[in-house]
């Protein structure tokens, strides 16, 4: 998901923490842990590092510009909260092992009602490439998706010159559909972006006939 759908509207509500209620993610993410990465809610503690790691050039080349300021990813923050007790997107901070602040992020927005269809996003700041840690925490989000979200169809936008976020989305089985011709407006030029996809179909033992499976 190159296209944030934030905008910075200056959400005011509380900045708390969240922790899953009684199984609803509308309440509080769950915090979710793999072996060398936790993904959990954002919090507005996490601004400076994010806006430390997401703001280089090499990571926001491909993405719509993040926010500007500290300030703005943490009205960013606030925003991603809002939405998520409204039932319309979640998106989880990305923690390594030994920090305690984000260094990267995972969305998932509905593309329609009720999540039949989403579109999913990421960023990881650069000194944290290669390590593996896209792989490990996208297998999460996907299982979160599918699992408790309940999504049918997750779909991901990737500009064709982003190599590697298409070998990391294709390494995760997912399948390339078409080309979304102009599709990303990125410093002032626009860019073609592959229009990828995951279905829930794809993740059942019988889709091991024809068909990757995720994990």
């Known amino acids: 998901m190159e296209k944030m759908p934030f905008r910075d509207e200056r959400v005011m509500m509380s900045a708390g923490l969240s922790e899953a209620v009684g199984g609803d993610w509308r309440r509080g993410l769950p915090v979710l842990r793999g072996e060398s990465i936790t993904l959990r809610e954002?919090?507005?503690?996490?601004?400076?590092?994010?806006?430390?790691m997401l703001s280089t050039e090499e990571v926001a080349r491909f993405i719509s510009p993040p926010p500007a300021t500290i300030e703005g990813f943490e009205r960013f923050i606030r925003w991603t909260?809002?939405?998520?007790?409204?039932?319309?997107?979640?998106?989880?901070?990305?923690?390594?092992?030994?920090?305690?602040?984000?260094?990267?992020l995972f969305q998932v927005r509905q593309a329609e009602p009720a999540f039949a269809t989403a579109e999913w996003g990421f960023a990881l700041g650069s000194p944290f490439w290669g390590q593996g840690m896209f792989?490990?925490?996208?297998e999460l989000i996907l299982d979160f998706a599918f699992d408790t979200i309940g999504v049918h169809r997750l779909e991901a936008r990737a500009a064709v010159r982003n190599g590697r976020g298409n070998g990391a989305l294709r390494k995760l089985g997912a399948v390339q559909e078409g080309i979304l011709r102009r599709s990303l407006l990125r410093n002032g030029e626009y860019l073609d972006q592959v229009l990828w996809?995951?279905?829930?179909?794809?993740?059942t033992p019988a889709a091991a006939f024809g068909h990757p499976r995720v994990h």
Do not use: K, M, W
Request: negative net charge.
């Open 135 to 138: 792989v490990e925490g996208a």
């Open 42 to 52: 954002l919090r507005v503690s996490d601004a400076p590092t994010l806006f430390a």
């Open 81 to 104: 909260h809002a939405e998520r007790e409204a039932g319309r997107y979640v998106c989880f901070g990305i923690v390594p092992n030994g920090l305690d602040a984000a260094v990267g």
């Open 197 to 203: 996809s995951i279905l829930d179909a794809d993740r």
